[in-house]
């Protein structure tokens, strides 16, 4: 098998009691209903096609990506993996918080701020 780009597959599918706790805590979170792209994003990271990385960009990943084609970590990579939200949802949104990242109203993925 070839390597994975990075050299590490990420695999961030949740199983078992973690996933159990993680759908009975997730209507009570704030909700992002996300759009085919996004969907199609979280089914990416959460298979490792976008290993290395383990979520949606950091700000200096983004900011890196952008200005020079690399991660932060000097790793190529050369498109933007962002999770898009107006400025009304992302006002109350909290830092070090869990969010309901949904599709049709079913949870596909809890994300960590």
């Known amino acids: 098998m070839i390597a994975p780009h990075g ?7 949740v199983e078992g009691k973690e996933r159990d706790a993680l ?3 997730a209507p009570a979170l704030p909700r992002i209903e996300l759009d085919a792209w996004a ?3 979280v089914e990416m990271i959460g298979i490792g096609g976008f ?11 983004y900011e890196s990506v952008v200005n020079t084609r690399r991660l932060a970590n000097g790793l190529v990579w050369t498109i933007p993996v962002t999770l898009a939200v107006d400025e ?4 109350r949104l909290k830092a070090k918080h869990d969010v309901s990242l949904t599709s049709h ?7 960590h701020l």
């Open 51 to 61: 290993s290395p990385l383990e979520g949606f960009m950091t700000k200096a990943d």
């Open 105 to 111: 109203g079913s949870v596909v993925a809890v994300l």
């Open 7 to 13: 050299g590490t597959l990420i695999n961030r599918i």
């Open 23 to 25: 759908l009975e805590n």
């Open 88 to 91: 009304a949802t992302a006002g």
């Open 39 to 41: 969907i199609s994003d």
